[in-house]
DNA sequence: CATGAATGAGACTTCATTCAT
DNA sequence: CATGAATGAAGTCTCATTCAT
């Protein structure tokens, strides 16, 4: 899940930069990706020179989050399609619950910094490739199945996910998850064989500079 | 569309204070909500002391960009109910084009501070709730209409409005658009009567404290 | 002798901006061009704050100080030519008392940063440029009047008045005096007409990028 | 050339105390007595932790290459003494072409804390006194030849040499040369039976606080 | 009143030094 | 012993806010 250099890292060294990793995703979430480098530091135990031995600027932080969260997605997208027994259920489950997703949306939606070091890191890129092959597998077996409608693409499908994921404007839990209950059906409503869309469908390769 | 206390202000101090919230406005979407004040003072071409003898902080600045906004969506609201021919057509009309309620989104959005802010004044909680009343007669409309399904309330196309007007991921201006357009024909499919949405109808007052 | 647009800024400005450049003065010849800002805020009394809203960054101040620094060698050269009776004595006076001289010539010296940075700056430039040619007519008079070997040049000169410039290497005070003294004599004993040198004369050209 | 103590470390040790001198020399010379610690280990081909436990902090660091440094100057002039066929030209000898006396040089110019360092060390201090003596019986050797102005001493050499050894201030290698000839013929003849010098002959323990 | 200068707290980043592997 | 990871103090710089002109 992460690149290949890092697996040579010493076994101490590698906890550290998981736990900075983790502790950044958590942060950024709370407070958006323009926190204070001391408070990831702080949430990771460690000190911030080791934080920044790992990852020399705010920027190499975010890519590095953004690689990782990547890499989480694409797991949970091939083992939808893998498990679910049909692709119509691969998405829906896809659509329901991508919570690592949910990091990568908020970043990329929220400062204009993440943003371009997202759209830059080309190991971010492949992963964004990767994950869309997938999608449009499980797009194109919809469509088969009769489930989907058919002027849709899975580029159409990855702007659905991340407008369900993005966060719902409400602060208490339960409500927050009905909410995306209630527009997660209304949308798979809407994505139902039905009167047909404005536009060409959305290709995944339109999103490939999102 | 501003408090009173703002009326009796000179005419040229009336000037500063649009002015300021024209550039905050500007700003805040550009750079988000913690943009320097004196990028918004130089864009309001007054200089900082001028600002802040406006606004003593920044979150008094944020609300009365907050104030400001929700008055115009409110406007914006009312016209639509008021002009279109039917209460179907004046909902597609504020999901389609609400360029003024964009701004709020992304604000209470993007950054823990400008949602508490929000949250907290009174005068924009009024406007709220003056906008969800508008929107719950639409809603009601719209159902005795039979063009919308009657398990949603007037809650449900809130969160459906602010999840269609929250930055599409496209930098593309016309590829945003047409995203757009495409997302809001899915939603508007799913809106209309159809197979049951779980939970209970979010209701206006849900939303409350967002 | 400071850039134009100073000579616009208010009157307590003015006097913090004189402050400034007068402590970092002090303190480049202290501490060398890496010394704490802070240092020199405090030398002049002046908070961080302000010394950044005057100069930018470090470069801005090395160059502040090296043109108000080079504007003060000119003077000195040209009231040097003005004032002496002979084109000898003016030389004889520029090589013995350019204090003002001394500090960036340790500027240059000591620091990479600082000699790219006075290289660089075109204001700076264009002291030197002025300086040399005062030195070339010094040079020149000095030669008609016999008193000047006559394979010399005003760049040999400036290599001259750079070696008796530098830090004299004793921290006594008069021993240092002293020093440079002896040393005067012997250089100018040296700069008689008398055996030939080695090379072709130093133009002042050839110093243009030092 | 070095200490005792370090006559007793292992082959190995050895190379790498060696090899830690050789790159602090480099990096000293390029960058300055302030370089950072690890680009000198990198250059060394040792980890810090193998620098750190040869040379405690950076002044012992400092010292160690001081010392070395010293030893060389000390060797040079020996042989300058040795193999030279006059005391002048060996005086001459020396004031061309001491390079490893130039980096001793910029150390203690450049730097405030290598200064200290140098002039506390004992070793390094006697390593001076005997470089002193050689110069001494040079400088007396010259008079006696009738080369040699008698009114100056070892310490006024020691000057001499300090001037020249300082980096001129030309980018280009070539130039610098030339530079550096020219000024060396300057002061040789400026160094001849001449013009009575002012003040008191420098001699060498004048200088041993330096 | 408007202006923009000054302040200083706080965020970012670097690096000397220590210490676990 | 060698290594390079971790630490945190210290320096750079930014910007919210106050205040003199």
Same mark, same amino acid.
């Given at each position: 899940?992460?690149?290949?250099?890092?697996?040579?890292?010493r076994?101490?060294?590698?906890?550290?930069?998981?736990?900075?990793?983790?502790?950044?995703?958590?942060?950024?979430?709370?407070?958006?990706?323009?926190?204070?480098?001391?408070?990831?530091?702080?949430?990771?135990?460690?000190?911030?020179?080791?934080?920044?031995? %790992?990852?020399?600027? @705010? *920027?190499?932080?975010?890519? +590095?989050?953004? =690689?990782?969260?990547?890499?989480? &997605? #694409?797991?949970?997208?091939?083992?939808?399609?893998?498990?679910?027994?049909?692709?119509?259920?691969?998405?829906?489950?896809?659509?329901?619950?991508?919570?690592?997703?949910?990091?990568?949306?908020?970043?990329?939606?929220?400062?204009?910094?993440? %943003?371009r070091?997202? @759209? *830059?890191?080309?190991?971010? +890129?492949e992963? =964004?490739?990767?994950?869309l092959? &997938? #999608?449009?597998?499980?797009?194109?077996?919809?469509?088969a199945?009769?489930?989907?409608?058919?002027d849709?693409?899975?580029?159409?499908?990855a702007?659905?996910?991340?407008m369900?994921?993005?966060?719902?404007?409400?602060?208490?839990?339960?409500?927050?998850?009905?909410? @995306?209950?209630?527009?997660?059906?209304?949308?798979?409503?809407?994505?139902?064989?039905?009167?047909?869309?404005?536009?060409?469908?959305?290709?995944?390769?339109?999103?490939?500079?999102?």
């Amino acid at each position: 899940m992460t690149a290949d250099a890092d697996l040579r890292l010493r076994a101490d060294a590698r906890r550290n930069r998981d736990q900075i990793i983790a502790a950044a995703k958590q942060v950024f979430a709370e407070d958006g990706p323009d926190a204070p480098m001391e408070e990831i530091a702080r949430r990771a135990c460690v000190g911030v020179g080791t934080l920044y031995r %790992r990852f020399p600027d @705010r *920027e190499a932080l975010i890519r +590095g989050v953004a =690689r990782d969260n990547f890499a989480a &997605v #694409l797991t949970e997208a091939r083992a939808a399609a893998a498990e679910e027994p049909t692709s119509w259920k691969a998405l829906v489950r896809l659509l329901s619950r991508s919570h690592e997703l949910q990091l990568s949306i908020h970043l990329s939606l929220v400062s204009p910094l993440a %943003r371009r070091v997202i @759209r *830059e890191d080309p190991a971010t +890129g492949e992963f =964004r490739h990767a994950i869309l092959e &997938v #999608l449009d597998g499980i797009v194109h077996g919809a469509q088969a199945e009769g489930m989907l409608r058919r002027d849709v693409a899975s580029g159409d499908i990855a702007v659905v996910v991340s407008m369900l994921l993005r966060p719902m404007p409400h602060d208490d839990k339960n409500m927050a998850e009905m909410i @995306r209950d209630r527009m997660l059906t209304i949308l798979l409503d809407g994505l139902r064989p039905g009167s047909a869309l404005p536009g060409r469908p959305i290709t995944s390769d339109k999103l490939r500079r999102p």
